[in-house]
């Protein structure tokens, strides 16, 4: 049996049961890295000048984890999802740099997606990625529509229950279809509207940065031990987002300014107490992004934003002291009504 491993690192967070679908039911095994660790973000680093981005950097080390333990890396290329929207560049070399600079890497499963080259094209890339495990174009087919089915049950369980990537991974293996009940009742999640009686925070920022725990020092996890609703850019529809993303910032070309500004605008005008909006050093997009968000919180006059930008060395107590004033002067306005 053929191990495929995958980077717990960029677009895990948003593909990997459709991933995992995808070459499991073609007979292959699935190989996820561990969880961030200092360690890994210094040998990823260590592969790479200084100003690289810093979810780079924890790739890369995640790829370095996975040496010896598979006989591929799964490292697609998506360049363009929608119509003339693009990627952010540094996905669009992830295989070529990651193979540059991490020679002993073992094969890379390389699949190039880009929507503006025409579906034929996806199907063909999907089908030459399927031929490694068999020659079985049916069989190919069949997985990849299992794997997208997986995929919107996936985004389903986020957009419609307001649950974040982890919990959905949770819920999508225990279930074969985003069943209502269940997530109702076995995750103990209401719906993705923010609540009325309690005060809900909006974190903004790429899936990467909002879920790798480590790097953002269990941010998510802080706030609902503060008693705190936690709203995050997967709890929107594509479309909910699509036209905030236009309201605000007209026609965006990066895939990622709906995540931030999409979603920026929607908490804004939907009724969160509070915006975070998290960011990292050496990030072109995000410099322009975040700072759209900012000033049109700072027009509105209506919720309070709170910038965190993360790197290799960001302290723990200085997010914690950062967070507490921010919850603090939430708390206040929500008592004085103001
Ligand atoms: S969007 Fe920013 S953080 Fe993400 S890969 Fe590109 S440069 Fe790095």
Redesign the pocket.
């Known amino acids: 049996m053929m191990n495929i491993g995958i980077p717990r690192a960029?677009l895990y967070y948003q593909y990997f049961p459709m991933w995992k679908t995808f070459f499991e039911e073609l007979g292959g095994e699935v190989v996820i890295s561990p969880p961030t660790t200092k360690a890994m973000i210094a040998s990823g680093a260590s592969r790479v000048v200084a100003d690289t981005?810093?979810?780079?950097k924890v790739f890369l080390g995640h790829v370095i984890s996975l040496i010896g333990k598979c006989d591929y890396i799964f490292i697609p290329t998506i360049r363009s999802l929608k119509s003339n929207i693009y990627n952010?560049?540094?996905?669009l070399g992830l295989p070529d740099m990651t193979k540059a600079v991490i020679t002993e890497c073992p094969p890379v499963l390389d699949v190039i997606i880009d929507i503006n080259k025409g579906m034929r094209n996806i199907y063909r890339a999907i089908d030459k990625l399927g031929r490694y495990f068999t020659r079985d174009t049916s069989k190919v087919k069949s997985a990849s529509l299992d794997a997208w089915q997986v995929h919107l049950n996936y985004r389903h369980l986020m957009s419609n229950h307001g649950l974040i990537p982890p919990q959905a991974m949770e819920g999508i293996s225990s279930i074969d279809k985003a069943d209502d009940t269940y997530v109702r009742t076995e995750m103990g999640i209401n719906s993705g509207n923010p609540a009325s009686t309690q005060t809900n925070i909006a974190l903004i920022g790429?899936p990467?940065?909002l879920y790798d725990e480590y790097l953002n020092h269990r941010l998510i996890h802080r706030l609902e031990q503060a008693g705190i609703r936690v709203l995050t850019p997967e709890m929107l529809t594509s479309d909910e987002l699509e036209s905030a993303s236009v309201k605000l910032a007209g026609t965006t070309y990066?895939t990622?300014g709906e995540e931030v500004v999409g979603a920026g605008e929607h908490y804004l005008q939907n009724g969160a107490d509070g915006i975070i909006g998290i960011?990292?050093f050496?990030?072109?997009?995000?410099s322009l992004m975040m700072e759209m968000v900012r000033r049109r919180a700072n027009r509105l006059r209506t919720t309070p934003f709170m910038s965190l930008v993360l790197e290799e060395h960001t302290a723990e107590t200085g997010i914690i002291t950062r967070l507490e004033a921010f919850l603090d002067m939430i708390n206040r306005r929500k008592r004085g009504g103001q």
């Open positions: 960029l981005c810093l979810p780079v952010c560049s540094k996905f790429h990467y940065l990066w990622y960011l990292t050496g990030c072109g997009p995000d």
